[in-house]
């Protein structure tokens, strides 16, 4: 996979990830939408002969895409419900990866049963990403706690994130 994600050619708003991809540990909100643009075409060569995967991939694009939308319609419920379809229809191939051959208790799919319903009722999923908060605890934590000398640090953020 890094290798893939290595050789995709270089645009000028895509994000380059080297070949160290499977090494992150923790992605932030933004990165993991940068991925995302890019993981069909890295994952495609690897699923050659195996369609019903990449669609999978490709429905799952698709739904977290749109469901980001800042505004809704029934035509983006459509295409919504659609990836949903087209989740539902595939992912049984990957249940013989998981150890107990269950997808049953995996509350980020399970969620997205709902989604549909949620922004009918409550309108776009927009801001409900972790950007902004990713964003602050760069700002408040980290800059507080590089400013402080690392002894009794909790005090020192506090007084500096009040300045």
Not at 38 to 49: E, F, M, Y
Not at 55 to 71: E, L, N, P, R
Not at 139 to 145: C, F, S
């Amino acid at each position: 996979i890094d290798e893939r994600f290595f050789a995709l050619p270089y645009f000028s708003d895509i994000r380059q990830f080297g070949d160290k991809l499977t090494l992150v540990k923790q992605w932030t909100g933004s990165e993991y939408k940068d991925m995302l643009k890019v993981w069909l075409a890295a994952l495609a060569p690897l699923l050659k002969g195996h369609p019903n995967h990449l669609k999978f991939f490709k429905s799952v694009t698709d739904f977290i895409m749109i469901a980001g939308y800042h505004s809704h319609t029934e035509t983006t419920h459509r295409y919504l419900q659609d990836a949903l379809q087209g989740i539902s229809r595939n992912i049984h191939l990957f249940l013989p990866y998981r150890h107990n051959q269950s997808i049953s208790k995996i509350p980020k799919i399970h969620s997205l049963f709902h989604y549909i319903e949620c922004i009918k009722e409550m309108g776009s999923t927009n801001n409900s990403d972790t950007e902004v908060s990713e964003a602050a605890h760069k700002n408040l934590i980290k800059d507080g706690y590089h400013a402080s000398n690392k002894v009794d640090y909790i005090p020192q953020m506090l007084r500096w994130e009040t300045r």
